[in-house]
Structure formats: C-alpha cells, structure tokens
C-alpha cells in the first residue's frame, strides 16, 4: 500500500538553530497535512498543502510541497522551546478521509 | 471547539482479557479512526468508520474489531489482548465534508496508553 517515508527520525538543536523535517512518496499525493504532537499529548493539525510546489507559512515555520507532489518539507526559522515535539506529515491515499502517516520527527531544542 | 474523548488515559489489563476502548466526539463528524502509536512506528491505522455501522479495516486491524452503533462514538475492542497489544490508542474524527483534492483535519483525543500484562 501507499507509503509515507519521514527523515530523520529524531534532531536534536541548540535554541536558535534552523531545523527541517522531510517527507517522501514514491506516489503521487492529493495533499499532505502537517500534525505537531508535544510530548504527552496528542497529534494536533498544523496546515494542509494541495497545489503542486505551494508554499505556506505560519510564523516561523514554512511547509512546501514538492512540484511533482512526492514530497513535502517542514522547516522551523531560529527554533525554541516550545517547537519541542514530534512533527508528523500525513498524506491522502483516497476520498475515504483515511491518511497515511510517516513515522515522525522528534525535535529536541537544548536552551 | 471540536472535542474528542477517550474512556481512560491509562489502562492496565491482563493476557486473555476483553478490553474495550470508547471513544466520543461532540461535532456531528461522520469520520472516526482509531490508531496505535508506538515509537519508531508513527501513527498506524487500526480501523476506521464513515457512517454508523460502517467499518473498515486499517493498516493493522488482525486482533481488533471496532462498534459504531452511535454517529458519536467508536468502540475499538481487544477480543483476547496480548502483551504485543501494549500501546497508546488514539481516536480520531473529521466531518467527512472536504472535497476534490482536500482531505478533512482529523481530531485526536487525548490517547488510551494501554499495558497489557
């Protein structure tokens, strides 16, 4: 079935640092959505990107989806504490409103 | 707010025991999902339901089965739970509304860390 590979696993940053999560798919994607999980809790919706090389931003973090839509990027700007978490990119594999989940990326910030 | 609620946060069961898990959401949404998380492993879909009484299997359903009697609520159920079955259970939901190449924001509770002993 349709699979979503997700780099690297774990990045652990010194406060203020840059940090990239990756996601790929050897398949074409609808979309790809973005979920942030803070340790303990519980995955929590970020953004969606749908058009071919879109590019959105909230604050400090920029998403893009690749032009061929296999891929997607999350990239934090001068990181903090409270980016702590791990960073989940989900695509669509259908109209059934089911995602298929990369395995994550844990971001650890040393203040 | 969409608000979705797991029966218990933490969970201890025994080998051979019958374990349900519950699961309600306050939106109306047409979508519920129920996934493991494990570390290393991401989030893997167990089975998941677009209409009540509906169900479909997941990426991992073997030693699972789910009950939606109510638009509300989706039971996930541990026939005979083993010590591989040791997890974080999260439930999902999402109003099933999106169209063309969009894909409805799923909600998650809180999670369901079960130990089975």
């Known amino acids: 079935g349709q699979q979503v590979m997700q780099i690297p696993q774990y990045q652990h940053v010194q406060e203020g640092e840059d940090f990239t999560t990756y996601c790929n798919s050897s398949?074409?994607?609808?979309?790809i959505q973005w979920y942030k999980q803070r340790p303990g809790g519980h995955p929590v919706f970020l953004i969606q990107?749908?058009?071919?090389?879109e590019v959105k931003k909230q604050k400090r973090l920029t998403f893009q989806f690749g032009e061929a839509k296999k891929n997607s990027s999350l990239h934090i700007t001068a990181t903090q504490t409270t980016d702590v978490g791990t960073y989940f990119c989900a695509a669509s594999s259908s109209n059934t409103g089911k995602l298929i989940f990369g395995q994550g990326t844990t971001l650890q910030v040393k203040p | 707010d969409v608000k979705v609620t797991q029966s218990s946060r933490y969970l201890v069961k025994r080998t051979g025991e019958k374990v349900f898990l519950e699961c309600v959401q306050d939106m109306d949404h047409e979508n519920m999902f129920w996934y493991r998380q494990d570390p290393g492993l991401g989030l893997r879909l167990i089975y998941f339901s677009y209409d009540v009484k509906m169900k479909e299997k997941g990426d991992i359903p073997e030693g699972y089965s789910v009950s939606r009697e109510k638009k509300e609520r989706f039971s996930l159920i541990l026939e005979s739970a083993s010590t591989n079955q040791t997890s974080m259970y999260l439930c999902a939901s999402s109003s099933g509304l999106a169209g063309g190449t969009s894909t409805d924001t799923q909600y998650f509770g809180p999670g369901t860390r079960l130990t089975v002993l």
């Open positions: 398949t074409t994607l609808s979309n």
């Open positions: 990107l749908v058009k071919s090389g």
